[in-house]
Protein backbone atom coordinates (compact mmCIF):
# COMPACT_ATOMS: atom_id res chain seq x y z
CA UNK A 1 0.00 0.00 0.00
CA UNK A 2 2.89 2.12 -0.04
CA UNK A 3 3.18 4.20 -3.72
CA UNK A 4 6.26 5.29 -2.69
CA UNK A 5 8.00 1.92 -2.54
CA UNK A 6 6.28 0.99 -5.79
CA UNK A 7 7.04 3.59 -7.57
CA UNK A 8 10.92 3.12 -6.59
CA UNK A 9 10.84 -0.73 -7.20
CA UNK A 10 8.75 0.18 -10.96
CA UNK A 11 11.84 3.90 -11.95
CA UNK A 12 14.58 1.33 -10.65
CA UNK A 13 13.52 -1.53 -13.30
CA UNK A 14 12.55 0.62 -15.70
CA UNK A 15 15.81 3.15 -15.27
CA UNK A 16 17.81 -1.02 -16.10
CA UNK A 17 18.93 -0.86 -12.75
CA UNK A 18 19.91 -3.84 -10.67
CA UNK A 19 17.60 -4.30 -7.28
CA UNK A 20 18.51 -6.17 -4.28
CA UNK A 21 15.04 -7.98 -3.35
CA UNK A 22 14.17 -10.32 -0.58
CA UNK A 23 11.25 -12.36 0.66
CA UNK A 24 9.77 -9.44 1.86
CA UNK A 25 10.01 -7.37 -1.20
CA UNK A 26 8.47 -9.83 -3.13
CA UNK A 27 5.16 -8.10 -2.92
CA UNK A 28 5.95 -4.52 -3.87
CA UNK A 29 7.64 -6.22 -6.92
CA UNK A 30 4.62 -8.05 -7.92
CA UNK A 31 2.51 -4.26 -7.43
CA UNK A 32 5.24 -2.75 -9.61
CA UNK A 33 4.78 -4.69 -12.24
CA UNK A 34 8.32 -5.93 -11.56
CA UNK A 35 9.54 -9.83 -13.60
CA UNK A 36 12.37 -10.84 -11.53
CA UNK A 37 14.80 -11.35 -14.06
CA UNK A 38 18.90 -11.31 -13.66
CA UNK A 39 19.09 -7.86 -12.46
CA UNK A 40 16.39 -8.83 -9.78
CA UNK A 41 19.70 -10.22 -6.58
CA UNK A 42 18.51 -11.57 -3.70
CA UNK A 43 19.55 -9.43 -0.55
CA UNK A 44 21.60 -12.42 0.53
CA UNK A 45 23.97 -12.15 -2.24
CA UNK A 46 26.13 -9.19 -1.86
CA UNK A 47 28.80 -10.02 -4.74
CA UNK A 48 26.12 -10.84 -7.19
CA UNK A 49 24.15 -7.30 -6.57
CA UNK A 50 27.66 -5.67 -6.83
CA UNK A 51 28.20 -7.03 -10.22
CA UNK A 52 24.82 -6.49 -11.09
CA UNK A 53 25.00 -3.05 -10.40
CA UNK A 54 27.99 -1.92 -12.20
CA UNK A 55 26.28 -1.31 -15.10
CA UNK A 56 22.49 -1.46 -16.35
CA UNK A 57 20.71 -4.16 -16.99
CA UNK A 58 20.68 -3.90 -20.86
CA UNK A 59 18.77 -7.17 -21.61
CA UNK A 60 15.90 -5.86 -19.71
CA UNK A 61 15.05 -2.91 -22.21
CA UNK A 62 12.84 -4.26 -24.32
CA UNK A 63 10.52 -5.19 -21.69
CA UNK A 64 10.11 -1.50 -20.57
CA UNK A 65 10.14 0.46 -23.90
CA UNK A 66 9.47 -0.37 -27.22
CA UNK A 67 12.97 0.38 -29.25
CA UNK A 68 12.34 1.75 -32.65
Known amino acids: KDAAAVDWFRDAFGHL ?7 GSQA ?17 DVQGF ?6 RQ ?3 EP ?4 LA
Request: charged share 25%; glycine share 8%.
Open 17 to 23: KAIAAGK
Open 28 to 44: LLRAAGVEPDAGVVDTA
Open 50 to 55: IAAAQT
Open 58 to 60: WDR
Open 63 to 66: KVRT
